[in-house]
């Protein structure tokens, strides 16, 4: 039985127009409702295969109506990857849109899965593409890059506060690379990470229940030695393939473990084709972070 729906209404704005209710307070309601769990669709080849199904755009595109038709009505996330959809060209970017679409149109809320960054009106660019009510590929939210300076990122921060949408941006990734300059040493004596976990905590200020602005925090780094209190969702990839379970969730997040968004992609779609299967194990997974943090 399909669970509620997150829903995008309209706040009121008294004595101006009506905003959309922000995607912090969606979020949260969806998580709430649905169990805190965010499902990736990540189309690679080898899973396309895994599946019974040719690497080419038919193949691309059975996969992605089957884990939206069996997900979208009941996990709080998906979370398109792009990259995989792009290799296939514009054929493949229909594919998105329509997935996109179905899914918000089911109740779920998608997360385009882009790390775009960049500067002025490139970023602006992005910004429109995922960010605007109306665009082809408009999404509840969109991950991106602040190392051009989190100060690149302000044409997505006030497109998502326009639109009702949120973004997470890149602080603590789960691949092991990411050390370099995520750990680097800023001026202020302070992690890279943590100055740009500085940013979203003052983006976040005084927003109710969540703010909007989330960071990506990788379930696998066992302790993460920063202040994750940003007042926003916390998106933490790694659980299943990369290592991490749910239990670890409690210590690598500490006080802010109820905004934890769990991320996993393999480990639900290895149970295609079949949509129960999918179901299933969507919803073991999400009682599971539910039992570790006790939401």
Known sequence: MPLPTPGHRPSPSPGGPQRPTPFGARLRRAMDTRGPLCVGIDPHASLLTDWGLNDDIAGLERFTRTVVDALADRVAVLKPQSAFFERFGSRGIAVLERAVADARAAGALVLMDAKRGDIGSTMGAYAASYLHIGSPLFSDAVTVSPYLGFGSLRPALDAAVINGAGVFVLALTSNPEGAEVQRSTAANGKSLAQVMLDH???????????????????????????????????????????????????????????????????????????????????????DEVRTAVNA
């Open 200 to 286: 979203m905590a003052a983006e976040n200020a005084g927003a109710e229940p969540l703010g909007s602005v989330g960071a990506v925090v990788g379930a696998t780094l066992g302790d993460a030695r920063a202040d994750l209190d940003i007042n926003g969702p916390l998106l933490a990839p790694g659980i299943g393939a990369q290592g991490a379970t749910p239990a670890d969730l409690p210590g690598v997040f500490g006080a802010a473990v109820r905004n934890v968004v769990p991320s996993v992609s393999r480990g639900v779609l290895r149970h295609g084709p079949d949509p129960a299967g999918l179901r299933d194990a969507a919803a073991r997974l999400a």
